[in-house]
T-cell receptor, first 114, second 111 residues
């Protein structure tokens, strides 16, 4: 069966510090991978998605970046965090391909920037 | 940007009652999905309905889709305290690879 891992679960970082959040998927090959951010009590904002190794599509121009160094690994990074980067970050995967359906979400990372 | 708008934003009902929440969207879709999110957790997929379907059932869940009105509804029958969560709709259009989520409905079921 498929499993998605995210770490860390919680993170408190000072403004201006770097960020690296990691997501890995097990039990599937060539998944579509996604990073979302959710502000408190709000909906999901799509940040990045990837349909293959090394391929990244960005939805929101900001100080965040994403990379997919391996088929089932998706990394969200920042060189210098802003206060506005605080939020709940969710990684998700979907079956690869043109007609992908259901998304499966990781447990999320709660990021607080002080 | 968020395509979906859900209403109500918040709903409070007694255990045993039915809960109905609605989702509207703006563009053509291939499918629409409903997810549940417990506080501080990731989202869990509940049910998917395709654009050529009008109604779908799964246990106590009933989903309808009206593509002419670009709207969907989720009905939870005989609600339980454990149904307390936020519920989101998400739409998918083939070839875009993207899911567009609604703003969510916060459901509280009182025991």
């Amino acid at each position: 069966s498929q499993t998605i891992h995210q770490w860390p679960a919680t993170l408190v970082q000072p403004v201006g510090s770097p960020l690296s959040l990691e997501c890995t998927v097990e039990g599937t090959s060539n998944p579509n991978l996604y990073w979302y951010r959710q502000a408190a009590g709000r909906g999901l904002q799509l940040l990045f998605y990837s349909v293959g190794i090394g391929q990244i599509s960005s939805e929101v121009p900001q100080n965040l970046s994403a990379s997919r160094p391996q088929d089932r690994q998706f990394i969200l990074s920042s060189k210098k965090l802003l206060l506005s980067d605080s939020g709940f970050y969710l990684c998700a995967w979907g079956v690869g391909g043109y007609n992908t359906d259901t998304q499966y979400f990781g447990p999320g990372t709660r990021l607080t920037v002080l | 940007s968020q395509q979906g708008e859900e209403d109500p934003q918040a709903l409070s009902i007694q255990e045993g009652e039915n809960a109905t929440m609605n989702c509207s969207y703006k563009t053509s879709i291939n499918n629409l999905q409903w997810y549940r999110q417990n506080s501080g957790r990731g989202l869990v997929h509940l049910i998917l309905i395709r654009s050529n379907e009008r109604e779908k059932h799964s246990g106590r869940l009933r989903v309808t889709l009206d593509t002419s009105k670009k709207s969907s509804s989720l009905l939870i029958t005989a609600s339980r305290a454990a149904d307390t969560a936020s519920y989101f709709c998400a739409t998918y259009t083939s070839g875009t690879y993207k899911y567009i989520f609604g703003t969510g409905t916060r459901l509280k079921v009182l025991a």
